[in-house]
């Protein structure tokens, strides 16, 4: 694994950022209330409990068939599309990636890029990379040009400016925005974006942008969005530059109608979006619009390790809807900044350890009550609850020669283990049981008044004075 | 060794010794989208895309360019952008002028006149390919006639469609209509004008692209 120098917050700063929010009563009001709304958009969707489930198997079964055929459907894509007319670059890591995508645009002398919305470039961080080599890289989703105004990051994966509210959409547009009066109105904040917008539109050399879905057997990248700046991005440049997982493939065509349709219901709770923009090549001759050269990079980054391990693989089955954040009691409750990793939320937890190793996410996997919610709505079944408990293990367990992942034992403490057989010593012999009780109800006068974080906001734990088994005994 | 050789290289090692069987979406869909009626596919259609802030007018062969003038009228825009060589924008071609609607034609790469098309076009026309009633969605395939950005940039995009022309599902469209053996450089589903929810959810049209979406559905005999 090649080093990289990402801005990701260090895992160690979660306690710290989680009390911060939940701290803040607007912030949990702003996340419940969004929470709220997508679980009932969701829930309207899926009115028929077996129609969904059935629908849920056959996208798993999709999702399952695709990943077994990976290293395969990934030369077919790479066939396809460089006889479509498509170049197809490999990167094992961020670094890569930014290297080439700059590298194209350096090669043009382009210094204007606009972005459709891409989490794989947030991943890399490719606005950092661009801004240092002197090219402007310009959000285009309203949400995500929201954010990058506010020089933050998305806190959602599908809404990235779900924590803000209009006010605070209007003092950023009047305070950032030449020539802009305050107004917290939607409809006119979102004409005041599309304005600028467009005109960057027309000026850049560069678009940039994600993909929801590749067709290898057509060679065809997809993409779905509501705004239209995603098809802007693809077709009024010069350059398209598509980048995304090696994970997000299909191999037939007909498997992309079920995946779409559990994509957009378990997202944002539509039954679809306002589009869905398939593309195969770049402008042919006497084609008078779309850009002259389309550009996919395909990126590793850490999934080739969940690919490695049967369980983990898995979490590559994930097509980015979000619904697990949307009903984790977790997320809704500290919000998307406080995980400190690209993707936030259940699916952050399980997917950001294979990108930043366990080293710095160990934390990440015990943020979570296994309530279950996200396994139980994930459109592709992704066991989510028992990953995170695999996750956990790989974390905390000692290290050992040849683990499945970068980082495993990180989390392992020798005092906490020892604790933990110690527990397991006093639990499993009863007769070790009922001295250790006795001892405590007797020495229950030393148990400190401040322990830790749980006097926190609770009075301290003390052993009773007589055992349940002492009461018992003196009832009879 | 390369990049593409090494992920590739680590993919194979680990991939699983057998292939999962080929998943069955056809059957899938024959269960649980029954196939219906023309009349009922058209209502289906216009309900969703109606949901979803279109407007639908029911026109005829021979009275669909009046609606289209009615439609520009009604919104006082005076020029509408027309694909010339296709049998619709040689129709509005010969309609809309005598009644003192310009019509610009895409004759010419959009680098020669990309401001023009950003900020003087206030509405443009095209067909539809097809629609699919399960959502409310039209199917456009761009050509050298009718390129992509018709249907994106104008603020107002005007759709004619041919109410013979629904699919039930977005499956079936792309199962008959043999999809997997080419598509061309970009092909789109559209299922409204453009919208956004990104601030504090509130849904607003016209983010990026057309802010009205106005489809003249043709009925008639097959």
Known sequence: ?476 | MNARDRILGKLRQHAPQTAKPLPDVGSWYATHRPLEAAAEKARRFRHFIELAHAEVHAVTAANWTETLHAVLKARAIDKLLVAEGTPHGDAALDALPPRGIECSVYDMAIEAWKSEMFNDTPAGLTAARAAIAETGTLILWPNALEPRLMSLVPPVHIVLLDSNKIYNTFFEAMSVEGWKNGLPTNSLLISGPSKTADIQQTLAYGAHGPKELIVLLQEGEA
Request: charged fraction near 20%; proline fraction near 6%.
């Open chain 1, 1 to 476: 694994m090649s080093e990289h120098t990402l801005h990701f917050k260090p895992a160690e700063g979660f306690r710290a950022r989680s009390k911060a929010v939940v701290d803040n009563p607007f912030l949990r009001q702003s996340f419940r209330g969004a929470m709220d709304f997508l679980m009932s958009k969701r829930a309207a969707q899926f009115p028929d409990p077996e129609e969904l489930e059935s629908l849920r198997s056959l996208g798993e079964a999709i999702r399952q068939y695709n990943l077994a055929k990976l290293p395969d459907l990934l030369e077919q894509l790479e066939a396809n599309l460089t006889r479509n007319g498509v170049k197809v670059h490999w990167a094992e890591t961020p670094d890569e990636a930014n290297t080439i995508i700059l590298g194209i645009i350096q090669g043009h002398g382009a210094t204007k890029m606009v972005k459709g919305k891409s989490m794989v470039s947030e991943e890399i961080e490719l606005n950092h990379a661009a801004e240092a080599a002197g090219i402007e890289a310009l959000e285009s989703d309203m949400g995500e040009y929201i954010v990058q105004l506010a020089g933050e990051k998305p806190s959602h994966i599908i809404m990235p400016a779900i924590h803000k509210t209009k006010e605070e959409i209007a003092r950023l547009f009047a305070e950032k925005v030449p020539g802009v009066d305050y107004t917290d109105n939607v409809d006119a904040l979102i004409q005041i974006g599309r304005n600028v917008l467009r005109r960057k539109f027309q000026e850049a050399e560069i678009g940039l942008s994600g993909v929801n879905f590749a067709v290898a057997e057509t060679g065809t990248l997809c993409l779905v969005e509501n705004e239209g700046n995603g098809r802007m991005c693809t077709t009024a440049p010069a350059i398209h530059i598509a980048i995304t997982g090696i994970e997000k493939i299909v191999e037939k065509l007909e498997h992309i109608p079920p995946l779409y349709s559990l994509l957009t219901r378990s997202a944002t709770g539509q039954n679809i979006s306002t589009y869905f923009n398939m593309i195969s090549s770049p402008r042919k001759p006497g084609e008078k619009d779309g850009p002259e050269e389309v550009h996919l990079v395909l990126l590793d980054n850490g999934r080739s390790q969940a690919y490695a391990d049967e369980q983990l693989r898995k979490t590559l089955q994930c097509i980015r809807c979000g619904a697990c954040m949307n009903h984790c009691p977790v997320y809704t409750r500290i919000g998307g900044h406080a995980y400190g990793t690209t993707y936030p939320g259940p699916i952050g937890k399980i997917v950001s350890p294979h990108m930043l190793g366990l080293d710095a996410t160990a934390g990440l996997t015990t943020a979570s009550s296994l309530c279950g919610a996200c396994g139980e709505v994930c459109p592709v079944k992704i066991p989510i609850p028992e990953l995170l408990v695999r996750l956990r293990n790989e974390a905390f367990s000692a290290p050992h020669a040849n683990p499945a992942m970068r980082g495993q034992g990180a989390g392992h403490s020798a005092l906490q283990s020892a604790i933990w057989r110690g527990w397991a010593a006093v639990y499993g012999s009863p007769a070790l049981y009922r001295a250790v009780s006795w001892l405590g109800s007797r020495l229950r006068f030393l148990v400190p008044r401040r322990q830790g974080g749980w006097t926190s906001v609770r009075t301290p734990l003390q052993p009773a004075p007589k055992r349940l088994r002492d009461l018992l005994k003196d009832r009879n």
